[in-house]
Nanobody, 123 residues
Framework: VQLQAFGGGLVQAGGSLRLSCAASGRTLSSYGMGWFRQAPGKEREFVAAISRSGGMTYYADSVKGRFTISRDNAKNTGYLQMNSLKPEDTAVYYC?????????????????WGQGTQVTVSS
């Protein structure tokens, strides 16, 4: 499956962005999905994950209550709605697809990745 992430940009603190992750090649419903981010000089960190059906969602403590992960399997697309953005949310955001979400926080367990989209939050 090929993934393409888009929707990043520059936003002021307190603002919102919605990231999208479009899949092609295979149906996205066969995979759990996750969003990770990587700031300069830091490791890729878990942000959120969602089960194949969308019935289960998981969040990093740092984004809980501000970010919402969702998916539309009919459109083969996943989303990350980001509200109340903070400067520390600045990073390149990546979407990934995993055959199993048992280790949803571990980016090495994801089978496919999109190319990343830059999110910059100004103070």
């Amino acid at each position: 499956v090929q993934l393409q992430a888009f929707g990043g940009g520059l936003v002021q603190a307190g603002g919102s962005l919605r990231l999208s992750c479009a899949a092609s090649g295979r149906t996205l419903s066969s995979y759990g999905m996750g969003w990770f981010r990587q700031a300069p000089g830091k490791e890729r960190e878990f942000v959120a994950a969602i089960s194949r059906s969308g019935g289960m969602t998981y969040y990093a403590d740092s984004v809980k209550g501000r970010f919402t992960i969702s998916r539309d399997n009919a459109k083969n697309t996943g989303y990350l709605q980001m509200n109340s953005l903070k400067p520390e949310d600045t990073a390149v955001y990546y979407c990934g697809a995993a055959q199993s979400l048992i280790y949803y926080r571990d980016y090495t367990r994801y089978n496919y990745w999109g190319q990343g989209t830059q999110v910059t939050v100004s103070s």
